[in-house]
């Protein structure tokens, strides 16, 4: 299924665009944000889903000691490339740029203003990842020795290093063309990355584990990261052909935004400084006794899948809210950013109660199985509530950080931000560390990131879109309360029922349930400031007829094209 945007014309589209906008994109209804965010969340939870079948296969194959250990600090590059060039770093980057470009192609700009921008920006761009990549393979006993300089496996992480350095040529390709599908409103491609990249590892585990052990896995994010790129291409290619050449246009046009590479080495450095609070993990998790590394790897995993959802409205809304910017729209690019503050905030608020409430019954259920043992599930429960403490903090970072560079505005307020925190993970983690272990590493994680996000929401005023700051801080007041009394009933309930029944299911539905029960009406009740215009700025455009007339309305509907299909054939 492929997202197409609203129409440019037409009632729909022009109740939906504002009235002085120079651009012929037309603002994106509530339909299509509707359905833009479901088949991103459909995709993403396929995605997420292999991911931790991904983790399952790792623990259920090499369990969690000095092997997966040494994988997991070679994991450190797939890691950092996918925040640098994938998720966060290049995305910020080029989505905006991509955004004028399409802009500018609806306005008829000369010439191909989207194909110019490929062909400018690609042929920089490739040579330097393939650099990148060789200097890795080149590097990797010195990177090895110093992100971990207390493995007791160091061999095993440089071959893993060295398998895992081409993902660094391939995503950022797929990072590239996630990018200019974003920004022409498609959905699809980029959201489904994460299958085919997950299903690759899976795929190289169990056929090379047992002649390669845990460097199959290694293996797999090669074959991985060339699969996310052919998931897109297609895609890619369709958009660009689209492209029309007319000889003058018909509207002024504004000169096509050049590559800043002030602008690129802000953002880079951003992510850059962002993923290194798992490079301070490693390192001091390097000191402890083996799997220490591997508790925090799937504590942390598991922990983000909260945040990863909430953040899916952000990643639809992104390009709305560059080309709201690009087009002097600044109001409408404000109230987007505020909307997508309060329901990233609700919905990770009930994931960390959640987590909170139920992290034995949930990594039990996912991980305890062959090499994974109950002493394993036991520790990374522990780490996992912990970490879970920073999960708002993480998810804040996430949505605030986008509205700082889609003004396209070189600006190193969030990498200061960004550093400081780390500072402080790094100093609460070296003071934490000696005392509480792996859990004094957990509690640095979630305090420095905590900090960056206060920064980084005390800083728009002048540097980003200019939220109001104090509303949306005084809204996260009721979420807050409710999510700690939500957690609290849940881990309660979920204890005495998992104690009870033997068995991690029945304590995680009954977790759940609580949670949902404490939290929800809350939400419902007081309505929190935000949340209901949120939900309804992106369901507004569902489908609000009774399940009974849906079913008979898409049955009716399928049958006229299943019959017009026949015809078609009968004719032919």
């Given at each position: 299924m492929t997202m197409a945007p609203p129409p440019l014309n037409g009632p729909e589209g022009l109740a939906s665009a504002p009235a002085a906008a120079p651009t012929g994109v037309a603002a994106p209804t509530s339909r299509f944000l509707a359905r833009a965010t479901l088949v991103t969340a459909a995709l993403t939870a396929a995605g997420s889903l292999l991911g931790l079948g991904r983790d399952q296969a790792l623990s259920y194959l090499f369990g969690a000691g000095t092997e997966t250990d040494a994988f997991l600090v070679a994991w450190t590059v797939p890691?950092?490339?996918?925040?640098?060039?994938?998720?966060?770093?290049?995305?910020y980057v080029l989505v905006p740029l991509f955004s004028v470009a399409v802009a500018r192609r609806a306005q008829g700009a000369p010439g191909d203003p989207v194909r110019s921008l490929v062909a400018t920006t690609l042929p920089r761009l490739a040579p330097a990842f393939l650099a990148a990549s060789a200097l890795l393979v080149a590097g990797a006993p010195g990177l090895v020795a110093a992100l971990a300089p207390g493995l007791p496996d160091p061999g095993t992480a440089v071959d893993c290093t060295r398998l895992t350095a081409g993902c660094?040529?391939?995503?950022?390709?797929?990072?590239?063309?996630?990018?200019?599908?974003?920004?022409?409103?498609?959905?699809?491609?980029?959201?489904?990355?994460?299958?085919?990249?997950?299903?690759?590892?899976?795929?190289?585990?169990?056929?090379?584990?047992?002649?390669?052990?845990?460097?199959?896995?290694?293996?797999?994010?090669?074959?991985?990261?060339?699969?996310?790129v052919a998931a897109q291409l297609p895609a890619l290619l369709r958009q660009l052909r689209r492209g029309r050449v007319t000889a003058v246009?018909?509207?002024?046009?504004?000169?096509?935004?050049?590559?800043?590479?002030?602008?690129?080495?802000?953002?880079l450095l951003f992510a850059l400084c962002r993923q290194s609070q798992v490079v301070v993990e490693r390192f001091l998790g390097s000191t402890l006794s083996s799997g220490a590394i591997s508790h925090l790897n799937y504590a942390q995993k598991v922990a983000q899948i909260p945040m990863t959802f909430s953040l899916m409205l952000c990643t639809v809304t992104f390009p709305v809210v560059a080309q709201a910017l690009a087009e002097g729209d600044t109001g409408r690019a404000r109230d987007r950013v505020e909307k997508d503050l309060a329901l990233v905030s609700c919905l990770v608020l009930y994931g960390t109660a959640v987590i909170v409430a139920c992290a034995p019954q949930i990594i039990e259920l996912l991980l305890q199985r062959g090499a994974f043992t109950a002493r394993d599930t036991a520790a990374t429960a522990a780490v996992m509530r912990v970490y879970a403490l920073g999960l708002l903090g993480h998810a804040l970072v996430g949505a605030v950080v986008r509205s700082y560079f889609c003004t396209r505005?070189?600006?190193?307020?969030?990498l200061a931000a960004m550093a400081a925190g780390l500072v402080a993970t790094a100093w609460i983690g070296a003071l934490a560390v000696g005392p509480w272990g792996v859990l004094g590493i957990a509690a640095a994680n979630a305090a420095g990131i905590t900090v960056t996000a206060l920064l980084l929401l005390c800083g728009t005023g002048g540097r980003a879109v200019p939220i109001r700051t104090r509303q949306v801080?005084?809204?996260?007041?009721?979420?807050?309360?409710?999510?700690?009394?939500?957690?609290?009933?849940?881990?309660?309930?979920?204890?005495?029922?998992?104690?009870?029944?033997?068995?991690?299911v029945p304590g995680l539905a009954v977790g759940c349930a609580v949670v949902t029960a404490v939290f929800v009406p809350p939400a419902r009740a007081l309505g929190f400031p935000g949340v209901r215009p949120a939900v309804r700025s992106v369901t507004g455009g569902l489908p609000r007829r009774p399940p009974r007339k849906l079913a008979r309305s898409l049955t009716r509907r399928l049958t006229r094209r299943l019959t017009h299909a026949r015809n078609h054939a009968r004719d032919r």
């Open positions: 890691e950092f490339a996918a925040t640098l060039l994938i998720e966060d770093g290049l995305a660094v040529f391939t995503f950022g390709l797929a990072g590239y063309c996630s990018a200019a599908l974003r920004a022409h409103r498609r959905f699809t491609a980029p959201a489904a990355i994460y299958v085919a990249y997950n299903a690759g590892i899976i795929t190289a585990m169990f056929l090379l584990g047992r002649h390669w052990g845990v460097r199959s896995a290694a293996a797999g994010v090669a074959v991985g990261g060339a699969l996310m246009p018909p509207v002024p046009a504004a000169p096509e935004p050049p590559l800043d590479l002030v602008l690129v080495a802000t953002v505005r070189p600006t190193w307020y969030p801080v005084a809204g996260l007041g009721g979420p807050v309360r409710a999510a700690l009394v939500a957690g609290g009933a849940g881990l309660f309930c979920a204890d005495r029922v998992s104690g009870a029944a033997g068995s991690p």
